[in-house]
């Protein structure tokens, strides 16, 4: 009994056989799994790779059609509005305003006194200068009485006739003084006449720079009291046409503009002088390109700004095509072959005027060689080549594959 008391507890271990079989077992079944699912994943991964390199990728073009119409190239330039001919009314004498007969708007005939500087000043030199003048008369009168009496008494031996000479010479000198006292009194006429300001042509006044006792001053420059555009009918634009434009523009070309008080509005004139005077401003080089035009009811005002367009040249029924046209390269830029075309995308040419279109045609694009014509911002004329009214020429294309809708941009104008 002693010993089974003492005796320590007796564990039961798994034989190792028994251990190693069954874990064994389980490991190879792991392994069988892992590869029938790897075997799995690379098929699918062969099968969409098989599938995505037999899909080709849906190209749409996007196209514009050639018509036909007018080609024109335009010069664009800002102006200002004025009248054909404004005269610039001022005073030759100072003084004080003392009256205005004229103001803005007024119209005016020639002639007609518009304002008037005080006069007494100057009708206080005039009266001076005749009383002088009348005096100066009188003592010629009485000279010439005495020349008479000398030479009588000369020729009768009772004085010597160098006393007749004497008086003689003296009468000369009061002939010479009354006629300078005429100077001045003519002189001092016209001045008081030059008080009274007048228009000098028939027209309107535009502007009124003076006021009522205000004083002017006539020195060295002469001031001016108004303007007066002699015919509001008859306005021009003065543009400034920058020097790299003005080769093109010649007398007579056609021109409209624009003015922001009618902006649904268009005036037409033409081109009635280029003036050979530049214009510098901040090192821009401008010429006064001058257009004509009517305007019979006095809708455009003096100092307006209007935006001008300058026909300088003109085509009318031609082919065209738009612009874009000339700048599409299939496949976009990326795709463009070094050899075939410039670095902005534009298919080069052999000349100046030749260049390459795409046109779409049984729903395949066909490249066309062209002459080109006459361009604007918006379209090229088509000189010769194969493309008729009607034809889609590509602008741009969008194209579909497996990872979406990729639209490539369309060149810019």
Not at 13 to 25: N, W
Request: aromatic share 6%; hydrophobic share 40%; charged share 20%.
């Amino acid at each position: 009994m002693d010993e089974k008391i003492g005796a320590q507890p007796t564990v039961l271990r798994p034989s190792p056989e028994a251990v190693k079989g069954p874990v064994k077992k389980r490991g190879a079944w792991f392994s069988r799994r892992f590869v029938v699912v790897a075997l799995v994943l690379v098929a699918a991964v062969a099968g969409g790779a098989w599938w995505l390199s037999q899909r080709k990728a849906q190209v749409h073009y996007l196209t514009m059609p050639a018509t036909r119409g007018n080609v024109t190239r335009v010069v664009s330039a800002t102006g200002t509005v004025n009248p054909e001919l404004t005269i610039i009314v001022g005073a030759y004498v100072s003084g004080t305003i003392r009256q205005l007969f004229c103001d803005y708007n007024t119209i005016v005939r020639a002639g007609q006194i518009c304002a008037k500087i005080d006069p007494h000043p100057y009708q206080a030199i005039l009266d001076q200068y005749q009383g002088q003048l009348a005096r100066d008369q009188g003592l010629l009168a009485e000279a010439e009485a005495n020349l008479t009496r000398y030479q009588l008494l000369a020729e009768q031996n009772s004085i010597a006739r160098q006393q007749a000479e004497d008086q003689a010479f003296l009468v000369e000198q009061d002939k010479g003084t009354v006629q300078l006292d005429g100077g001045l009194v003519e002189g001092a006429k016209i001045n008081l006449a030059y008080t009274d300001i007048v228009a000098p042509v028939d027209g309107v006044v535009v502007s009124r720079a003076v006021t009522q006792g205000q004083t002017v001053a006539s020195g060295f420059q002469t001031p001016t009291l108004f303007l007066i555009a002699t015919d509001l009918a008859k306005m021009q634009v003065d543009t400034n046409a920058s020097e790299s434009d003005v080769g093109g523009i010649k007398e007579g070309n056609p021109a409209s503009f624009g003015v922001d008080a009618f902006p649904k509005r268009i005036f037409n004139g033409k081109v009635v002088q280029l003036r050979n005077s530049p214009q510098t401003v901040q090192n821009v080089v401008t010429f006064d390109a001058v257009i004509s035009v009517h305007n019979n009811d006095f809708a455009l005002l003096p100092g307006m700004t209007a935006s001008t367009r300058i026909v300088i040249a003109e085509r009318d029924g031609v082919i065209r095509v738009p612009n874009q046209a000339l700048r599409y390269v299939p496949g976009g830029l990326s795709a463009a072959s070094p050899s075939g075309t410039s670095t902005t995308g534009q298919p080069k040419t052999a000349g100046g005027n030749e260049a390459q279109l795409w046109v779409l045609r049984d729903g395949k694009a066909q490249q066309v060689n062209v002459t080109l014509g006459l361009d604007d911002d918006n379209f090229t004329e088509i000189v010769a080549g194969d493309v008729k009214p009607g034809d889609a020429v590509i602008v741009g294309e969008e194209s579909n594959s497996s990872q979406g809708s990729s639209k490539l941009p369309l060149p810019r104008l």
